[in-house]
């Protein structure tokens, strides 16, 4: 699903509001926009290396702890957490579940010192247009913090002894629907089989570098509903096109260089494999 800016999602609830006046004569009165916030972010010792409790809640604009979150088979569910260094050499994706007041309590292990944000992406069970919205925070974790430069674009990368290959060099637009045909191998050559995960057969989560600007889309299997991703009109969904081959969707709000992560789960291990794509 695409990032819907704070901003955006106050005009939401100011439109929502003022459609409930129903007095006349007419009148707008714009009181502090009351929007969705992070609430109750907590970390207790940050260090590198260790597995650690991060709690948090979301807190709806009432002001209470938003507890009822979108199921469903597909990707667009719950809460995802997502935490990426800021050199974008490093990721954390985790699909926490909720206790019932609404707290949230993962574990997550820094792999290093440095800058991480934190990307919450929340899929609430709300009637109405507004589907998913972001919050962010920073977490410093100390240390001599890394900060290694971008690699360049290269056409395939290895992980765990798996191959992740793409056919030919992309050439990527930002606001428009873009595809990448990637080739997934096992060590012994063989095509891999996805086995789904976080309700997607491949999670593709995009982070610009420097600016950390996020989206995210995924590729399901053809029965899963709820797996397009959104940006203003613009929709998109990756599919399988045969065993190992995925058609990894693009969809992105401004040219820069990204770093891409694709997310699969194949023979009982989730591998990443980062990609460092230029978008115009
Ligand atoms: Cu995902």
Redesign the pocket.
């Known amino acids: 699903m695409g990032a819907v800016r704070p901003a955006a999602i106050a005009v939401l609830l100011a439109v929502a509001l003022a459609g409930c006046s129903s007095s006349s004569p007419p009148q707008i009165s714009i009181g502090a926009a009351r929007t969705y916030r992070l609430a109750g972010f907590s970390l207790s010792r940050v260090a590198a290396g260790r597995p650690q409790r991060i709690m948090f809640r979301i807190e709806q604009p009432s002001g209470a702890s938003l507890t009822r979150y979108r199921t469903g088979p597909g990707?667009h569910t719950g809460v995802?957490l997502i935490i990426v260094r800021s050199d974008l050499g490093a990721i954390i994706?985790q699909h926490p579940k909720p206790h019932a007041g609404g707290e949230f309590s993962p574990v997550v292990t820094f792999p290093t010192p440095g800058r991480y944000r934190v990307v919450i992406d929340v899929y609430p069970q709300l009637s109405g247009p507004l589907r998913n919205f972001q919050l962010f925070r920073w977490i410093t974790v100390p240390g001599r913090a890394v900060h290694a430069p971008l690699p360049p674009f290269r056409p395939a990368v290895m992980v765990d002894g798996y191959r992740f290959a793409l056919s030919g060099r992309p050439k990527l637009h930002s606001v428009q629907a873009n595809f990448l045909t990637l080739h997934v191998t096992r060590p012994d050559g063989s095509a891999a089989t996805f086995t789904p995960w976080?309700g997607?057969l491949a999670?593709a989560?995009f982070f610009r570098s420097g600016s950390l600007d996020y989206f995210?889309t995924?590729v399901c299997s053809a029965r899963t509903s709820g797996c397009t991703s959104v940006l203003g009109a613009t929709r998109i969904t990756g599919t399988q096109t045969r065993p190992g081959q995925l058609r990894v969707g693009v969809l992105l709000p401004i040219g820069g260089t990204w770093r891409l992560f694709v997310q699969c789960k194949v023979d009982g291990h989730v591998l990443t494999a980062p990609f460092t794509l230029n978008v115009r």
Do not use: L
Request: net charge neutral.
């Open positions: 990707p995802h994706h976080f997607a999670h989560i995210h995924h």
